[in-house]
Each structure stands twice: as C-alpha cells, then as structure tokens.
C-alpha cells in the first residue's frame, strides 16, 4: 500500500492522466491512493494569486512559499507516517529504476509540483527531502515528472502488475535492455519470426533472448553494459 500526494496548481491533470489504465486499476483494487491538492486553494490574497515577482528582479515569477506550506500541511493530515516530500526539478538527482524501486517501499509520497521560475527557496529548505530530475530537459512544470513517477513506482509496489505483467524479467533488470519480442503472424512484410522462438526449446529460447539483451545494450546504451555481470557464457559469446 502506497499513498501518492501531489501539491500542484493542476490537479485534473495529474488524476486524469494516473486514474486510467493499469495505474487506474490499482486505486480501483486499493494498492495504492492517488490524491491531488491544488495549491491555489491556500492562496493568501483575494486574486487567487499564488506567485509574485522575484526579490533582487529579473524575468519571471516565483511561488510565494506560503501557500505551498499550506497545502503540504493539508496533504500531512491525510498521512499517518512522515512522508518523503520530492521536488520535482531539473536540479535534482536523475530518476532511474534503482530510485523507482526504492520509493515504492516508502509508504505516504509528496510529489511538489513547481511552475513559474520555481518556488520560493524558504519552504523548499523546510520541508522538501528528495530533489529528483527525470531528465536533462526543462519542462513547464512538474506535473509531467510527477506522473512519469508514480508511474514507475507503481509498477515496483506487489499486487499492482498482474503476473503476466510482472516486472521481472525486462528491461533494466540486471542492467541489461529487453530482448525483442514477437506475436502472431509468424510473418509480416516479409519479415520472419526468429526460427529459435517456434521451436519450443526452452533452453535455447532463454540463450536466444539473453544474447539478444547483450547485443542491444552493447550497442545502445554502453553506460549500462559497463555495469552487466557477464557470466562465462556470455564474454564466450560476445568475442564470437
Ligand atoms: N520540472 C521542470 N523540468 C523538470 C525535469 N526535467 N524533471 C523534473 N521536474 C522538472
């Protein structure tokens, strides 16, 4: 059971995108709770506003810290536990699988969702535990690293893949890239299902697809083949 909590000045956006699919059926099934504070409801003026111009100038506008405190405090009630409270930011440390499996085992989650050129740096000091990026790119605000998030996480927490959807087995386990997979017709545009995957022997099956995940993290993703433990077998087949 995971509780994820997103302070965010769109919350439709981050439940109509979770509450559907294979996300969706896990708040159905109670795995997990999926709640959206919308930051603007703690504003401290008669406009609505939660953000003003930056002390010392230049462009933009910051979130007055105020606010977000606010509405951190309101997804606290909601928690039994202290949660971790993850800034979604360019500056933080880059989302991976490693970090995706270790938050599905915290129990209450506080995604913070910033917009404008950022939130005031007081409340980010005081209640802020984990800085994550999911990638060197900007984005207008955090709802979309939120999502991408909860998303990987919940994949990692038991009970919200089925079996046949487990995540076992695929990609990034052991570092290695997924081998490619194949359904019905056994042809298609002329291109043939690998003859090994039709002929039923397992053994050469499971030899096939674990070649097939060295050759492809070789070539796309030297980074991670630094990292894969090669059995015997394996440095035997890659100098072949
Ligand atoms: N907010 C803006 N850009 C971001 C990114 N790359 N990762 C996480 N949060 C962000």
Request: glycine share 8%; aromatic share 10%; net charge negative.
């Amino acid at each position: 059971m995971i509780n994820f909590h997103v302070l965010t000045l769109f919350p439709e956006m981050v439940l109509n995108a979770l509450n559907t699919s294979i996300i969706g059926r896990a708040v159905s099934n109670n795995i997990i709770t999926l709640c959206a504070t919308d930051i603007r409801d703690f504003s401290e003026n008669k406009h609505l506003r939660v953000d003003d111009y930056p002390y010392g100038g230049g462009a933009g506008m910051v979130m007055q810290p105020g606010p977000v405190y606010k509405a951190y405090e309101h997804a606290l009630s909601y928690m039994k536990s202290a949660p971790r409270v993850i800034y979604l930011t360019p500056q933080g440390k880059t989302f991976d699988q490693n970090m995706a499996r270790e938050f599905a085992l915290s129990g209450d989650l506080i995604f913070l969702c910033g917009h404008y050129e950022g939130i005031d740096e007081r409340v980010l000091e005081e209640i802020v535990t984990d800085n994550v990026s999911i990638g060197d790119y900007v984005l207008t605000g955090g709802e979309l690293a939120a999502m991408v998030m909860i998303d990987a996480i919940s994949r990692m927490v038991p009970g919200v893949l089925s079996n046949d959807e487990s995540g076992e087995f695929e990609t990034f386990h052991d570092n290695l890239l997924e081998y490619p997979q194949y359904t019905r017709p056994e042809e298609f545009h002329g291109r043939k299902v690998p003859a090994v995957l039709l002929s039923g022997h397992h053994a050469n099956i499971e030899k096939w697809r674990r070649q097939q995940s060295l050759l492809r993290t070789k070539k796309a993703r030297p980074d991670l083949f630094a990292r894969v433990k090669l059995s015997d077998e394996d440095n035997e087949f890659l100098k072949s």
